[in-house]
């Protein structure tokens, strides 16, 4: 039996798909340090810096002291809720002046719970087609039909709602807002006018903007003054807040009914208490000074040609794509080789994710290697 298994590694490392733990020495701002080499980082999600920051934990430890623990030791449902996860609900609630928010463990518990459980037989899911895994897990759990339509192609989306909309009681639209692969966005426009016209549920997950878009950092619907049109709005704590974990925020019926039933969120021991603190900590004190930084590192994408601060860099074979990763390594820069089936076949890349403190002087080399 275990033969077949060694086989299918065998396959993986044949196709250039084999994925392998890497060990990093440290982090330090936008550096990571890899087998004695000092690198910039281009491939994390930490776009504010405050995941590694050693000033940051300091300061937070001294405001919290001893006051929060490492471990919740329960599930929300039962003994897993402090005050703290009450107050971090509030706050959210607050910054999108919604109805509800419920926290999740992390943005693939969130994305498995909603879309797994919104969608019940009879209903259906409308799924751009390059969503991120954890919502096709989401909807591959649905007692539900999904449906799938071409990347941020309104016309398409339209088309399907046209032919599908009247054989399903519920029906669901769920897109990314800065896409996490391509860093393109979302007509979230378009699509709350699609969600109004044909009587849907619009999920937006914006993972990768919330903390970097808008005034407040609260994400793409923020910039375009569309919060309030979006039934449930989803960010995670794990990228630019440098914390862990997620949330949905929107209708309230929506919330209660998550509560009821997303497994992911009923079924799981909740996040520490000093993480669901530090999360709230750093929203408070540290996101509201990071506007005119966050401009910036959205400016750097845009001279780039990206819509965001995550640039791809398409080269479409995985080997020669994790060669130019190679070339980019020996010439001071990290950057993962993104292959199927994160990305779909044929449109292997770079993807360079920028952080606030990197610079154009930092990309120089780069630039000429690249383009
Ligand atoms: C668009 C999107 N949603 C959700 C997630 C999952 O979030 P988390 O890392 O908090 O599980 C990711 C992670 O990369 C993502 O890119």
């Not at 994390?44 to 995941?51: C, E, I, R, T």
């Not at 300061?59 to 703290?84: C, N």
């Not at 910036?296 to 860099?313: C, D, N, T, Y």
Request: glycine fraction near 8%; aromatic fraction near 10%; include cysteine.
């Amino acid at each position: 039996m275990f033969e077949s298994y060694d086989k299918k590694i065998e396959d993986l490392k044949e196709h250039f798909h084999f994925r392998s733990i890497k060990n990093f020495e440290k982090k330090e701002g936008k550096y990571i340090y890899v087998g004695g080499k000092k690198l910039l980082n281009l491939s994390s999600n930490n776009y504010l810096n405050f995941a590694d920051c050693e000033e940051i934990t300091e300061e937070f430890f001294e405001y919290a002291g001893g006051k929060y623990t490492f471990g919740s030791a329960s599930a929300r449902l039962l003994t897993g809720t402090l005050p703290v996860y009450k107050e971090l609900e509030n706050l959210i609630c607050k910054l999108y002046d919604s109805e509800g928010t419920l926290l999740f463990n992390s943005g693939y518990h969130a994305n498995v719970g909603i879309n797994s459980s919104l969608a019940d037989s009879g209903d259906v899911i409308f799924s751009d087609k390059l969503n991120h895994a954890s919502i096709i897990d989401g909807m591959q759990l649905s007692k539900g039909k999904f449906i799938r339509y071409k990347h941020n192609d309104m016309e398409n989306l339209e088309t399907l709602l046209k032919r599908e909309r009247a054989n399903f009681k519920n029906a669901i639209i769920v897109s990314e807002s800065v896409f996490s692969m391509d860093g393109d966005i979302a007509d979230i426009k378009k699509l709350v006018e699609l969600k109004k016209k044909y009587d849907c549920i619009l999920v937006l997950d914006e993972a990768h903007a919330f903390g970097v878009f808008g005034v407040k950092g609260l994400g793409v619907c923020e910039s375009i003054g569309i919060i309030k049109e979006v039934d449930l709005i989803v960010g995670t704590f794990g990228k630019a807040i440098g914390s862990m974990g997620a949330f949905v925020t929107g209708k309230k019926v929506l919330i209660d009914y998550l509560i009821n039933k997303a497994r992911s969120f009923i079924f799981s021991t909740a996040l520490p208490p000093i993480n669901i603190a530090f999360t709230k900590w750093i929203i408070e004190n540290k996101l509201p000074n990071t506007y005119e930084k966050r401009m910036q590192m959205l400016a750097l994408g845009k001279k780039m040609s990206s819509e965001s601060h995550i640039v791809p860099f398409i080269v479409g074979e995985n080997d020669k794509t994790v060669e130019l990763s190679e070339i980019l390594f020996q010439n001071g820069y990290f950057t993962l080789p993104i292959r199927p089936p994160t990305v779909p076949v044929g449109t292997s890349r770079l993807r360079l994710s920028l952080t606030a403190d990197i610079t154009e002087e930092d990309l120089a080399k780069l630039r000429e290697i690249l383009y």
